[in-house]
């Protein structure tokens, strides 16, 4: 029964990843798209683009997804200067790095 409750936790954070990147992708592509135009918005969604396919990497690979997730969390906090805006790094950086942890080692 535990391996069980283990296995649908992991498919949900799965899940969560999935929907959070594809979120993410819409929303850097419609942010400033009024004035320029979604195609300007093209280069924004990269980060999150890589994200989502990271997340597709954890469906056949768990453990090396999770560990590419996590160097993509701890990325995330240098390119969008987390440290120093600390709602960043407690709103994208560490639950994208949290949710890689939980993914290397829920295996």
């Not at 980060?47 to 056949?60: C, D, K, M, N, S």
């Not at 453990?63 to 390119?79: D, N, R």
């Amino acid at each position: 029964m535990e391996q069980n409750k283990k296995n649908i936790f992991v498919k949900l954070l799965k899940i969560f990843l999935v929907v959070g990147s594809i979120c993410l992708i819409v929303f850097s592509l419609m942010s400033g798209s009024e004035d320029s135009g979604v195609m300007h918005n093209i280069p924004n969604s990269f980060p999150w683009i890589i994200l989502l396919i990271l997340t597709f990497i954890t469906f056949r690979w768990q453990i090396l997804g999770g560990v590419f997730i996590i160097l993509f969390g701890i990325f995330t906090i240098f390119f969008f200067s987390a440290l120093e805006f600390i709602w960043i790094l407690f709103i994208i950086s560490l639950p994208i790095i949290i949710i890689g942890l939980l993914l290397s080692f829920l295996k």
